[in-house]
């Protein structure tokens, strides 16, 4: 299992059920708060089940997508983090977030990028026919779902399967990899040289 030694400081942002987190947080991941863009998500119940502070940035609560994106930032910069990991966080950040935590955002993603980015990763993979797909955890950029990839997971799609089937099959793998990289970056550092990210 990755050992998540401090200084590796997390805050873990969530829009849904959290299992992500969840892996993290299981794993010993110094998780040190997590952040929504909704209330009333499993996600955030599981935080504070761990014991750990939350915030809520909600878009309607700011005057424009540019103050959210700032008040944001300014929320998850209160916690001092090292790393912030997007588990499955249904927003595009903008460019204050990114001129602060540019080169340290992680996301997680439910399809094989640059295949399938964008909300519906699993269902247009599963549209579009494709015989093989998974996951990708990778640094945010300003695209969607665009930024240097750090690693990936393939699984294979099933006759017959659902969009809710084969997305569960890919969170399994997807958890293992998230706490596998999240851990390997606390743990060792790594450097981003264009698209390439290195690991040690
Ligand atoms: C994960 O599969 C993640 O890749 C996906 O949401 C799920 C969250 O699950 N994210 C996206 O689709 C982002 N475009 P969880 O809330 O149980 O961790």
């Not at 519906?120 to 955890?137: E, F, I, N, P, S």
Request: charged share 25%.
């Amino acid at each position: 299992m990755a050992a998540f030694p401090p200084p590796s400081r997390l805050v873990v942002l969530v829009s849904g059920s959290g299992t992500n987190l969840q892996a993290l947080l299981d794993a010993g991941a110094n998780v040190v708060a997590v952040g929504a863009d909704r209330e009333g998500i499993v996600g955030l119940e599981r935080a504070e089940r761990a014991g750990l502070p939350t915030f809520v940035a909600k878009l309607k609560d700011f005057g424009s997508r540019e103050e959210w994106d700032a008040g944001l930032a300014e929320a998850v910069a209160s916690f001092e983090p090292d790393l912030i990991v997007s588990a499955g966080f249904m927003k595009i950040v903008g460019k204050e977030f990114l001129a602060r935590f540019g080169g340290r955002f992680v996301n997680t993603h439910p399809a094989l990028l640059p295949s399938f980015p964008g909300a519906h990763g699993v269902r247009d993979a599963l549209a579009y026919g494709a015989k093989v797909t998974g996951c990708t955890v990778h640094f945010v950029d300003d695209g969607v779902d665009t930024g240097p990839i750090i690693a990936q997971s393939a699984v294979e799609v099933r006759p017959g399967d659902t969009e809710e089937a084969l997305h569960e099959r890919i969170k399994e793998v997807e958890r293992r990899l998230l706490v596998d990289v999240v851990g390997r970056l606390s743990r060792d550092g790594y450097r981003i040289e264009g698209r390439k990210v290195l690991l040690p």
